[in-house]
């Protein structure tokens, strides 16, 4: 019986300890050099809910660069969603809109990138989990230089116009 208390304590003592570097390296995130910081945000970022059964979403704002170097863009993830990923809207002469997924976007230093309707925006594919109006949805954004940006969506319904039309929701 002492054995098996004895195995059971270090078993219990190794997992408290592997769990608690899991919590830290999750929660630390990443390396000093690699977290991108303020450098890059989203104001005014949304996500535009759609019906329970609406399994992809789109997602404007504006990027804001607020780094003296470009910043490009190439991968987006999110917890929340299977894909995220940058599109743009071209408009065929007889008037069709098609989505077109770049693969990268370019944030010029000390700039902005407008993300519109009909324009480029932000797609998310495959919800894990239904959405809640006024939740923020967090998107880790890559650069080339494998530096990360924390950004952060909120979820509104796009029907409810006035309530978000003033809406500055900055990200940090």
């Known amino acids: 019986m002492n054995t098996i208390r004895s195995y059971l304590k270090y078993f219990v003592i190794i997992l408290i300890g592997f769990q608690g570097s899991l919590v830290h390296s999750f929660m630390s995130g990443v390396e000093k050099e690699k977290d991108g910081g303020q450098k890059l945000e989203i104001t005014s970022g949304v996500i535009h809910m759609g ?48 989505m077109i997924k ?42 080339r230089n494998e530096i990360r940006y924390m950004l952060h969506f909120k979820v509104i319904d796009p029907r409810d116009s006035n309530k978000h039309s003033d809406h500055h929701h900055h990200a940090h």
């Open 51 to 98: 019906p329970k059964s609406v399994n992809v979403f789109a997602g404007y704002g504006v990027f804001e660069n607020n780094s003296d170097k470009n910043i490009e863009i190439y991968k987006l993830t999110s917890p929340v969603f299977d894909k995220t990923e940058i599109h743009s809207t071209k408009i065929s002469n007889s008037g069709t809109a098609k």
């Open 102 to 143: 770049l693969e990268s976007l370019l944030i010029p230093a000390d700039k902005n990138v407008k993300l519109n309707h009909g324009a480029k925006h932000v797609m998310f594919l495959g919800k894990r989990r239904d959405l809640k109006i006024g939740e923020i949805i967090k998107v880790v954004a890559y650069d």
